[in-house]
């Protein structure tokens, strides 16, 4: 395995550089990603968080730092490559949530068959009328 | 793990079934007991090499006194409540994936507490939080489903803010490996992506143990949980919050960032209070009991952000007793309901002179939460008590020593509305069968509660030895480098 982030010496300060397009981006998407997670129809709510994790996702990718000069991390293609170590964080940060995202959608599908309503609010304003009976 | 795939095959709910989860919990507490015991007297780490790549290219599981004893921890409380729920219903009333689903949380937290890797520590993060909220809304009634939303929404956040920090910790350390990162604290200390790695760290267990102001997850979900779950969530999953504040503030992170451990030990302080408070406004039994976990976790914060080696033994200490007490004290809950129908304090009664058993357990537990001597909680609460007299933070020992007398005076309302009430019309359901087993499991608890409270100084020298080796950044690098394997650095 190749990984020549680990040969540098330990003495020398590490510093990522990443490209500004992609921080601004990054900004960008995780402030309209909260914006829509705390909307009140189920629907923004979940396009909030799969934007969400795609917000942190694009986040590790930066942490490679700026790949311009560098080749794909490929044995055979030789050159300098990218850091490939994140873009591995990456894979499996996209595979859980995926299973959370795959959780919230049921969860908010029986939400919304049991009370009948599309809208977080909705959810708890019944809740405080009926405080005493409502839990075991 | 293997054992969670097994009965996840063995789809029919059946006696046999549950057979296996006991055996296997049993097997895993005793082996995890002796290992801490083991570990503790030689002060050794078990080290092991995932697929035999060594550090820091592969990933490594590390045991150390610290991981020995969360895990028997766990696998006590695993098997408690399976027992419980053995008891609490036929195979066939529960539902057939909640043994599985339940093997899957305790793997994710025995995975947890054992890794020695970020990003595998974010994987076994995942892995519990996924079991946790399936188990969460598996049984839960269409009323109650809609407090599991507040819980997964926060701790998706949380995820994602652990992802952020995984990234921001790659950058900072060049690895993600908890031993490589030790090596480095002293050359980190200048790069100023320091705080806010390790103020967001801080700030996602934080999340996951429950400290203020970001808690408000708890008091509504874990009372919607059949009390054996319930018990299960309440002993373990905030304290992998806590386990992982610890591990992370003493064996990854230098030890000089104050700031921080000011900041944790004032928010252990605040949530010591408002748990209490909140604690004493809910009148049915659960949601007292949740708001208290919050209380004593603000207790734990309150140690580990005093960061002193004895600080750090009683946060040990406590996490030890605490465990044990809530399990059981959320299990004596569950046994009021079946013996009055209702969680509602208002509505049940007459519990003392039907079951004095039962009585004397709640009590000794609940007095061991509130702190007396000789009983297990009072040696954790002293120990922090003295470290923050003698580090001079005489408002965080005085909030903790309110929160105490408000922890007794929840206590006794329990006690009060359960037990010394007079019986309600429907009267005390002694004739479920039910209940003569569960007191019987519920003051084997108790004993166990009471033999650590008896025997502290053995006890005390296991979690000293603990924390001690938590804090020895060196010993515990060279642990890990030391087994070599392909790849070899």
């Known amino acids: 395995m190749i990984t020549p982030a680990l040969r540098k010496p330990p003495s020398k300060q590490r510093r990522t550089a990443v490209q500004i397009e992609t921080a601004i981006l990054v900004g960008f998407l995780f402030g309209v990603s909260i914006y829509l997670v705390l909307m009140k129809s189920f629907v923004r709510i979940l396009f909030g968080f799969v934007l969400l994790s795609n917000a942190a996702n694009l986040f590790l990718l930066s942490m490679s730092g700026d790949p311009s000069g560098k080749n794909a991390p490929i044995i055979r293609e030789g050159g300098l490559p990218v850091d490939p170590l994140p873009q591995a964080l990456i894979l499996t940060a996209i595979v859980i949530s995926f299973g959370v995202t795959a959780y919230l959608v049921v969860l908010l599908y029986r939400l919304f068959l049991d009370q009948k309503t599309t809208s977080a609010a909705e959810l708890f304003r019944e809740e405080t009328e009926s405080e005493n009976g409502g839990k075991r | 793990m293997a054992s969670a795939i097994l009965l996840l095959l063995w789809r029919k709910p059946s006696k046999s079934r549950r057979i296996l989860g006991m055996v296997v919990t049993g097997f895993l507490t005793l082996a995890a007991v002796f290992t801490a015991i083991d570990l503790a007297a030689n002060a050794t780490r078990l080290v092991l090499n995932l697929g035999a790549w060594s550090a820091p290219l592969g990933i490594v599981l590390v045991i150390d006194p610290l991981a020995a004893i969360m895990l028997s921890l766990s696998g006590f409380t695993a098997l408690t409540c399976l027992i419980y729920a053995v008891f609490e219903g036929t195979p066939k009333a529960e539902h057939p994936l909640r043994i599985p689903l339940l093997f899957f949380l305790l793997t994710g937290i025995n995975l947890s ?35 599991a939303f507040p819980y997964l929404a926060i701790n998706l956040v949380g995820s994602t803010l652990f992802l952020i920090a995984c990234g921001i910790a790659y950058s900072v350390f060049g690895s993600l490996n908890f031993a490589h990162m030790a090596s480095q604290s002293s050359q980190v200390l200048e790069n100023p992506l320091l705080p806010a790695l390790a103020g967001l760290l801080m700030l ?23 009390t054996p779950l319930g018990a299960f969530y309440a002993g373990m999953l905030t304290k992998v919050g806590v386990y992982v504040l610890l591990r992370l503030l003493t064996t990854v992170m230098p030890h000089e960032l104050n700031y921080l451990h000011q900041l944790l030990a004032w928010m252990g302080g605040a949530t010591m209070i408002f748990g209490v408070i909140g604690a004493v406004s809910r009148h049915y039994v659960r949601g007292i009991l949740s708001f208290h976990i919050l209380s004593q976790i603000g207790y734990m914060a309150l140690a580990i952000g005093l960061f002193t080696p004895l600080a750090l033994t009683a946060c040990v200490l406590y996490i030890i007793h605490h465990i044990i007490v809530k399990a059981s004290l959320f299990l004596v809950g569950g046994t009021i309901t079946c013996l009055n129908g209702t969680d509602d304090l208002n509505r049940t009664g007459g519990l003392w002179k039907a079951t004095p058993v039962l009585g004397i357990c709640f009590l000794l537990q609940a007095l061991s939460l509130a702190g007396i001597p000789p009983l297990s909680g009072f040696w954790g609460k002293f120990l922090i008590f003295s470290e923050g007299l003698a580090a001079g933070e005489y408002v965080l020992v005085a909030a903790a020593l309110i929160a105490g007398i408000l922890t007794l005076y929840s206590m006794l309302k329990i006690w009060l509305g359960a037990f010394w009430a007079p019986a309600p019309e429907s009267g005390v359901r002694l004739d479920d069968p039910r209940w003569k087993p569960l007191t019987a499991l519920i003051s084997s608890m108790a004993l166990v509660s009471l033999a650590i409270g008896l025997g502290v100084e053995w006890v005390f020298r296991i979690a000293n030895t603990a924390a001690l080796m938590a804090m020895d950044q060196a010993g515990y690098t060279r642990a890990v480098f030391e087994v070599l394997g392909k790849g070899g650095l």
């Open chain 2, 204 to 226: 996602v267990f934080c999340v996951k143990a429950g400290l203020f102001p970001l808690y408000f997850w708890l008091p509504n979900s874990y009372p919607i949980l059949a």
């Open chain 2, 113 to 147: 507490f054992i890794t020695g890797d970020l990003f595998n520590l974010f994987v076994a993060f995942e892995i519990m939080l996924i079991s946790s909220y399936s188990l969460l809304t598996l049984e839960a009634d269409d009323r109650n489903v809609k407090h």
